[in-house]
C-alpha cells in the first residue's frame, strides 16, 4: 500500500549547518507531498508542500523538491537554527487521506 | 477563528470505561479528519468526514470506536470498554474541500492514558 519512509532521528546539528531529511513514498500514481512540523506543545504545522513532479515547495528557509523519477522529496535547509529544533514528518495525500512517516526529531545546538 | 481546537486536552480513564472527544474546525471547512498518534509514530489515519458524512474508516477504527459529525460542524470520537492500547494523542484536522492539494490544519490533540 502507500506509504512514507523517512530518516530515523533524532538528528543533531549545530547552528548554521546544513540539513537534509531524506524521504521517499510509494503510491500507485502521483500524490501530493507534504512536510509538517511539529514544535515542542504545538499542534502539526503543514511546512510546505508540493503537488506535482518537479514542484519545488519551500518556507522558512526549508525547501524540498518533488522527485518522481526517485519517488523522493526530501527536506533542506541552508542553516538550521536552534528554533528549527522539532519534528519533523514528511507525508503525501493520496485520495483525500494523509499518510504520515514516522517523523524525524531535529536537535540544534546553539 | 482560531483555528481547530480539541476538548479536552488531557484525559486519564481507567480501563473498561467510556472516553468521549470533541473537535471543532475552522469554521468554513466541510472535511474533518481523525488521526491516531502514539510515541515515536507518526499520525495514522482513523476516519474523516465530508460534511455530515463520514466516508472512509481504517481497519484501525475497531468497532468500539465511533465518530460522529451530526451537522456537519464539530465531531466527536468516542471509544468504548477502553484498553490500554487505547493511549495515544488524538488528533483531529480540517480542511476546506478535498482533493491531493487541500492543506488540512490540525488541532494540537487529546492525550488520552488509559490505566
Known amino acids: 500500500g502507500d506509504s512514507v519512509t523517512q530518516m530515523e532521528g533524532p538528528v543533531t546539528l549545530s547552528e548554521e549547518a546544513f540539513l537534509t531529511i531524506n524521504c521517499t513514498y510509494t503510491a500507485t500514481g502521483y500524490p501530493s507531498l507534504f512536510w509538517y512540523v511539529q514544535y515542542p506543545g504545538e499542534g502539526l504545522q503543514l511546512l510546505l508542500k508540493?503537488?506535482?513532479?518537479?514542484d519545488k515547495g519551500s518556507n522558512k528557509g526549508f525547501e524540498a523538491t518533488y522527485r518522481k523519477e526517485t519517488t523522493s522529496f526530501h527536506l533542506e535547509k541552508g542553516s538550521v537554527q536552534v528554533s528549527d529544533s522539532a519534528v519533523y514528518f514528511c507525508?503525501?495525500?493520496?485520495?483525500?487521506?494523509?499518510?504520515f512517516g514516522k517523523g524525524t526529531r531535529l536537535h540544534i545546538l546553539p | 477563528d482560531t483555528g481547530v481546537s480539541q476538548d479536552p486536552r488531557h484525559k486519564i480513564t481507567k480501563r473498561g470505561q467510556n472516553v468521549t472527544f470533541r473537535c471543532d474546525p475552522i469554521?468554513?471547512?466541510?472535511?474533518l479528519y481523525w488521526y491516531r498518534q502514539t510515541l515515536g509514530q507518526g499520525p495514522e489515519f482513523l476516519t474523516y468526514f465530508q460534511n455530515e458524512a463520514q466516508l472512509e474508516k481504517s481497519r484501525l477504527l475497531s468497532d468500539r470506536f465511533s465518530a460522529e459529525r451530526p451537522k456537519g460542524s464539530f465531531s466527536t470520537l468516542e471509544i468504548q470498554r477502553t484498553e490500554q492500547g487505547d493511549s495515544a494523542m488524538y488528533l483531529c484536522a480540517s480542511s476546506f474541500g478535498g482533493g491531493g492539494r487541500a492543506e488540512a490544519f490540525f488541532g494540537q490533540g487529546t492525550r488520552l492514558t488509559v490505566v
Open positions: 507525508a503525501q495525500n493520496r485520495d483525500d487521506k494523509i499518510i
Open positions: 469554521s468554513e471547512h466541510n472535511r
Open positions: 508540493a503537488t506535482k513532479a518537479d
